[in-house]
């Protein structure tokens, strides 16, 4: 049923795996070690849970050192390695292969540090990302990159992927929030790379292994920035009779000179899924939605919101609605950060993550429509509408292999598109293997050749995560 | 020595051919304001972007710019300016350091990595730089990353040649995200702190939820540590009244107006301080806020004499001193062991920029990675060679 292909197992790994057991005894100890089948299975998929394969072995490190040492066992064995976080890669980053160990970094989930003068955490890489800003609150300071699933997703994965969020209009994704990294290498070295400064000496090679999807090393601590929250925050929901005078609504407020902290896009059959399960007031008689969020002081939110209101006048917003109070806040973003758990709650779906040049926003709305429509399938629309980051979610019964062809069809129709009106494939989820074999639509061969070769300085013989990001064939020509 | 000034970017994939076959490195210039920052190198020609110039597209609605590298920096902010937007990260101007006259190229800003005071809040030229064209030392042209800033698909070559140095590559195109700018700015100066104290209350104003957009101290007679808000004006009256208050256990500040604010922070921006004697080194000192006193006492214990002052809340350190011996190059960075701290030599006479590492000297370890990713983007080793690290 699945069309993404997986490499087929190196017969002589499966072959030694009691062998290459007994090598990972001698490195862990028992607690730290999953081999039976039973517990790996929990390893043998993330959120791209159409795919699964079982990982050889799964091993969960205590520390820095451990994770050095299985990696340095593994290089001398020729053993494959898939880092994994939380499991919670939409992309399938973080989907393990027969003939790979799973290296896991959930039991690293110490925050190690709190500087409020440098404004940095220095943390373990398996925290989460919630847990950051968690224990900064009291204090009135956050971690800003605020991924969907930050309630489980960790650090070492955000950093993987370079995640984003709502709110990264304003505070950048996590390639802006990270000041540095303890890394492990393939061969087990461990590099720090950056630090507690603002930026580092030589070659930015924090900013290239941030979304590098596990390629180059392990990452076992990072050094983030965290910021002071404002001291306000307010949603307001902007109702339109169309996605294309919402659209026009959003680039009129850039070019008036403001940029919202996030401005959130949903179309008719978002909100009416969200709304179901979020009851946040959500309008249901409109066709697009709009949450923005303005922040500042009492007066300086209302200065904002005013602009912002008067700007939406002049594109025929139907419903306009600000929040009252915390709690109402706290609903309009839970319907938002809940859209893809509720859809699941209505059906199966994929979910794209194109982004496409805020311009051509209306366009692709409508093509997309038309794209999933021509398959028989029917989408949701919620997206990041001020940087372009969009996700369709295409609905379809997981149960029925050629519905699952024809939505995965579809996602890759919608795919090009972005890619063709000059946006590119994948804003904050990642390539994995769900993109991998479309990295030629949007790169040249020595595009990817360059790529590749910068990937080897890191991992020579391609044991890190290799059936991700880089299509499988024609790797040899780097 | 030679100077080739390709038209277009099919001339300059044919000049880059023909130095990997002779095995004839190119030293890359754009405006060559920053010459002067580096180590010295052994180059046969010059290969100039001078004409690779001209703005490819600018989409104020979609805070989005795309320039040839060539193109001057003015014209990019007066595009920009017209639409009442600006490059968020401030790139310094290095005339004034080095008395270079020429004009500043956007593909030098993001070559370099230029930024100035307001990368403490809006982040560097590598933050807002979200794609690059350039051309490899196999003649090939390469792209990464593109024109929407929210972009994760491939390895980020972006960051690696933003700051490179032209070692990674000639950039034929680069692609800045960009900002609104401000209504309006204002400033407060507070006087007479020490090292220490000044630290300590532009933590207190950077961890406020104002959005200070800079923070600087002078020390002097008085020394002056001075704040800036960049807002609509209705907020830059009340953020700057907020921080008055949150800051009055530092004493009382003065305010300043848009027009003053403005001529204060372009000086900040371009350490016009340290510029008086050229014939002196200028160091360029990055570090943990909270470190940079201790970095300044540890220097001044050890009986040498310099000028300096701090940017980006303490987290960079401009410091000037004679150009003698190793211009304390030892010194200065056994200061900052310990710490992740990093020192870069940007103005010294070319015969000490041959005996002392302008760049931070690396571990082994990052120096293998280094030299690998040089390797793989310069096999040929014909870009800049050894103007960052000796064979890279």
């Known amino acids: ?478 | 020595m030679s100077t080739l000034v390709p038209e277009n970017e099919n001339q300059a994939i044919e000049i880059v051919k023909d130095a990997k076959a002779r095995r004839q490195p190119l030293a890359i210039e754009g405006g060559g304001t920053r010459a002067g920052l580096g180590r010295p190198m052994q180059t046969a020609a010059i290969l100039s972007t001078q004409a690779l110039s001209g703005i490819i597209f600018h989409e104020p609605a979609e805070m989005v710019i795309r320039a040839r590298a060539g193109t001057p920096l003015a014209q990019v902010e007066a595009a920009l300016a017209s639409k009442g937007q600006v490059l968020p990260f401030e790139p310094m101007d290095h005339r004034g350091i080095f008395g270079s006259e020429a004009e500043p190229t956007i593909g030098a800003v993001a070559a370099c990595n230029i930024s100035g005071p307001r990368r403490i809040r809006n982040g560097a030229a590598r933050d807002s730089l979200i794609g690059v064209r350039f051309i490899n030392s196999a003649g090939e042209a390469i792209n990464s990353g593109g024109r929407v800033m929210k972009n994760v698909t491939g390895l980020d070559l972006v960051k690696l040649q933003c700051g490179a140095w032209g070692t990674l590559g000639l950039l034929t195109e680069v692609t800045f995200k960009v900002i609104p700018a401000s209504e309006t700015e204002g400033a407060l100066v507070l006087e007479g702190l020490d090292d220490t104290t000044a630290i300590a209350a532009m933590s207190a104003a950077l961890g406020s939820p104002f959005e200070v957009s800079g923070a600087a101290h002078e020390p002097g007679a008085p020394a002056r540590t001075i704040l800036r808000i960049e807002h609509f004006s209705s907020s830059v009256d009340y953020r700057l009244g907020e921080l008055e208050k949150l800051l009055s256990k530092f004493g009382r500040p003065r305010r300043l107006d848009r027009q003053a604010s403005q001529a204060l922070w372009r000086n900040i921006r371009d350490a016009a301080s340290l510029n008086e004697d050229r014939s002196k080194a200028l160091w360029r000192i990055s570090v943990a806020p909270s470190q940079a006193p201790q970095v300044i006492t540890t220097l001044s214990d050890k009986g040498l004499t310099f000028e300096y002052f701090f940017d980006w809340g303490g987290g960079l350190i401009w410091l000037s001193l004679p150009a003698s011996g190793d211009a304390s190059a030892v010194q200065i960075r056994a200061a900052l062991s310990g710490t992740s701290g990093h020192a870069t030599l940007v103005r010294a006479p070319l015969e000490l920029r041959q005996s002392v590492e302008v760049f931070q000297p690396q571990s082994i370890a990052m120096m293998k990675l280094i030299q690998g990713v040089k390797a793989s983007m310069d096999s040929a080793g014909i870009f800049n060679p050894g103007r960052m690290y000796a064979g890279v």
């Open chain 1, 1 to 478: 049923m699945s069309s993404i292909l997986f490499p087929k197992p190196d017969p002589g790994i499966l072959a030694r795996r009691d062998e290459i057991i007994a090598g990972l005894t001698r490195l862990l100890p028992s607690e730290c070690l999953i081999t039976s089948e039973d517990e790996r299975r929990a390893f043998e998929t993330d959120a791209l849970t159409a795919y699964r394969r079982m990982p050889l072995a799964v091993a969960l490190p205590r520390s820095t050192e451990e994770v050095s040492a299985l990696l340095a066992f593994c290089a001398a064995e020729g053993v494959k390695v898939v880092p994994r976080g939380a499991g919670t890669s939409l992309a399938g980053g973080a989907i393990p292969q027969e003939d790979a160990l799973v290296i896991a970094v959930t039991k690293l989930n110490k925050i190690l540090d709190v500087n409020y003068p440098n404004r940095t955490v220095r943390v373990q890489a398996g925290v989460t990302n919630l847990s950051i800003s968690e224990s900064v609150m009291p204090d009135g300071f956050f971690y800003a990159p605020d991924p969907s699933s930050q309630l489980a997703c960790t650090i070492a994965g955000n950093i993987g992927m370079n995640s984003g969020g709502a709110h990264c209009l304003k505070y950048g994704v996590t390639t802006n929030n990270v000041l540095g990294v303890r890394m492990v290498l393939m061969d087990g070295t461990i590099v720090d790379i950056g630090g507690d400064a603002l930026e580092a000496p030589g070659y930015d090679l924090l900013g290239l292994i941030v979304g590098s999807e596990g390629q180059l090393g392990i990452v076992t601590e990072a050094t983030l920035r965290i910021l002071r929250m404002a001291e306000g925050a307010r949603p307001v929901l902007f109702g339109f009779p169309s996605s294309e005078s919402a659209g026009a609504c959003v680039a009129a407020i850039i070019g008036a000179g403001i940029v919202p902290v996030a401005m959130e896009f949903m179309d008719k059959p978002a909100i009416a899924i969200c709304e179901a399960f979020a009851k946040a007031g959500y309008p249901l008689d409109v066709e697009a939605m709009l949450i923005i969020e303005v922040e500042g002081s009492e007066i300086e939110m209302e200065t904002q919101l005013a602009r912002i209101i008067e700007i939406a006048g002049k594109h025929d917003v139907q419903v306009v609605k600000e929040s009252r109070s915390a709690m109402e806040t706290a609903l309009i973003w839970k319907g938002r950060k809940s859209a893809f758990g509720a859809t699941g709650r209505v059906a199966d779906y994929i979910c794209m993550d194109g982004t496409v040049p805020t311009g051509q926003l209306s366009h692709v709305l409508k093509r997309t429509g038309e794209i999933v429509e021509s398959y028989g399938l029917r989408v949701a629309n919620v997206f990041h509408a001020g940087d372009g980051n969009m996700h369709p979610l295409i609905l379809y019964n997981v149960n029925d292999p050629a519905e699952q062809e024809q939505a995965e069809a579809a996602g890759m129709d919608i795919l090009k598109l972005c890619v063709d009106v000059g946006g590119c494939l994948t804003g904050e989820h990642g390539v994995g293997i769900e993109k991998r074999d479309l990295m030629r639509h949007q790169f040249t061969e020595a595009d990817l050749a360059q790529q590749m070769s910068v990937r080897a300085v890191f991992d020579k013989d391609w044991l890190l995560n290799p059936s991700k990001v880089f299509p499988l064939e024609g790797r040899n020509a780097a």
